[in-house]
């Protein structure tokens, strides 16, 4: 069998696919890529179903070695990865020769790259899903980032060909903004009219506290007018959560399914991926859309995706 | 639409492709019930592009494919269920009982929450194995149960700061509520003892020991019992 072998294992790296559905009520989060277009695309670039388990690397990526020929894609952010010494392209499909290392430096743009594998990477799934779910140790490799000489299978390749690269209209549309949008969150009415006007003309840093769980900005301080801890509730990916210390948490992939803490606002699905490009020190600013208006842009940017063929 | 809806019952969005049902506002068992009745009828009937399902105390929040529906699509699809709650009829709550070794390194909290309620150790192990608790919903991390009937001699405030790390295990107290952290993670309640139970294995095809509604008593172990049963 076509085996990946890690040689370094960079920063974070871990396997996931687009995560598992349904698990809620035993309080599982989906997991999944922190920048599921950037997944989808790779895998369609190799002749994958979307859904196929590929590798995320995090700021700093590893060194790969392959133990067969391969068709592989680089997506995501850019990590000046190279193949035996030699640059390689991202965004499209690339031959690899059995044995060859492909290595990943740190970033030069967003906070994750993406690398996948014609036939794809299939580790074991766990209820459903071979992504990995740090927080909780399942899924993946053991349920654990990647290290020195994890040994990770290739699956058999489906009858879907390689695509050819990107085209630069579709690439800008994937790429990942820094103008994040979000709709009302269940307990805007709770905070003050001074936070509700800030919350959109202020400028965010992201914090060094940015993993699969959550992403914590910092931000002028935000106020309640009525309501501290509410009855804890169901929370949605994406939500955006004030604790008691007046600062926001943008609940990600690997978040705990319920809190007690008021939510302000919720980033639209269409901006999700752009969330897992964020990197410490970042700045963005959030953008108030209808729901409509956020439906509008999730479908616009499925079209475009279905687009290309 | 709406008048087939229990009054108690209202809709409000969380997210494009999220929706709060909130079944009312304060913590029951009848509410609970509800949701209970609710989950099981969308588990035996399940909605077509319904993608999860997160039940809490007094509320259940959908998460369903935008692509699909927008919340006035969903609310309509939801509705008829909701209207149907009356009729199903929930099986009798599973007994789950949990061996709990309490106190010294297993539940490094227990003498403070005895000293915060001028009670001694065994007053506070005596009552927390006292009572029959209701599994409200798992939630929080995999496998967490939120369980609700804590004796109110035992409320006791979270940690000002949570801990980095808890030991897989661990039985702990937050305001009213106690319950059993099933992997190590972070946590601010107070930890009085530990279970040797796997409370969450992937691998198997119950992955949880818990499920919404389960009727949970804790048993006290020694630490012997401890040893022997976490060997096994």
């Known amino acids: 069998m076509s085996v990946l072998t890690v040689l370094a294992p960079g920063l974070l790296t871990t396997v996931q696919d687009l995560g598992r559905e349904g698990y809620g009520p035993i309080g599982v989060s989906a997991s999944g890529a922190a920048d599921a277009l950037s997944l989808r695309v790779g895998n369609r670039l190799v002749g994958n179903p979307e859904g196929a388990a590929g590798i995320e690397m995090t700021l700093l990526g590893g060194q790969l070695q392959f133990s067969q020929d391969a068709t592989i894609a680089l ?185 007690g803490y008021p939510k302000i606002a919720n980033v639209i699905a269409a901006d999700l991926s752009s969330v897992g490009q964020l990197r410490p020190r970042d700045e963005i600013r959030l953008e108030l859309v209808t729901m409509e208006t956020a439906r509008a842009l999730y479908r616009e940017q499925e079209n475009l995706l279905a687009s290309w063929k | 639409m709406k008048d087939l809806l229990p009054r108690t019952i209202t809709f409000q969005p969380a997210s494009d492709q999220s929706l709060l049902i909130h079944f009312g506002k304060t913590i029951s068992l009848n509410t609970h019930r509800q949701i209970v009745r609710f989950l099981k009828l969308l588990e035996s009937e399940p909605v077509e592009g319904v993608k999860n399902l997160h039940p809490a105390y007094c509320s259940m929040l959908v998460e369903f494919d935008a692509l699909k529906f927008g919340h006035a699509e969903i609310e309509a699809l939801l509705a008829p269920y909701l209207g149907r709650l009356s009729q199903v009829r929930l099986p009798a709550a599973r007994l789950r009982e949990i061996p709990v070794c309490y106190g010294s390194e297993f539940g490094p909290d227990l003498a403070e929450v005895a000293s915060i309620h001028k009670l001694s150790l065994d007053e506070i192990i005596r009552l927390h194995s006292s009572v029959t608790y209701t599994a409200f919903f798992l939630g929080f991390v995999p496998g967490f149960a939120y369980l609700g009937g804590l004796p109110a001699e035992l409320a006791t405030p979270r940690l000002a700061s949570p801990r980095k790390s808890v030991p897989a295990g661990s039985v702990a107290i937050g305001g009213n509520q106690t319950g059993v952290y099933p992997a190590s993670t972070p946590g601010g309640w107070r930890l009085i003892g530990r279970t040797p139970l796997k409370l969450f294995d992937p691998t198997v095809a119950h992955a949880s020991f818990f499920e919404i509604g389960d009727e949970v008593r804790f048993v006290p172990i020694s630490a012997e019992e401890f040893a022997r049963m976490a060997a096994r």
């Open chain 1, 75 to 259: 997506t995501g952010a850019d990590f000046g990865a190279t193949l035996d010494e030699r640059a390689v392209f991202q965004y499209s499909s690339i031959s690899v020769k059995a044995g060859q290392i492909a290595k990943f430096g740190p970033t030069r743009s967003g906070a994750r790259a993406y690398l996948c594998v014609r036939g794809g990477i299939v580790v074991p799934e766990f209820l459903g899903s071979r992504s990995t779910h740090l927080l909780s140790g399942l899924g993946g490799v053991e349920g654990r980032a990647l290290r020195n000489g994890d040994v990770l299978p290739v699956g058999e390749s489906t009858p879907l060909p390689p695509m050819t690269t990107l085209s630069q209209k579709l690439r800008a549309g994937a790429a990942p903004r820094k103008t994040i949008r979000v709709t009302r969150g269940p307990h805007w009415k709770n905070f003050s009219k001074a936070t509700q006007e800030n919350v959109l003309r202020q400028t965010y840093v992201v914090t060094e506290e940015a993993n699969r769980m959550g992403i914590r900005l910092k931000g002028t301080q935000f106020e309640l007018a009525s309501g501290g801890e509410m009855i804890t509730e169901g929370v949605s990916l994406g939500a955006i959560q004030v604790t008691p210390s007046g600062q926001p948490i943008i609940l990600f992939v690997e978040q705990q399914t319920t809190g």
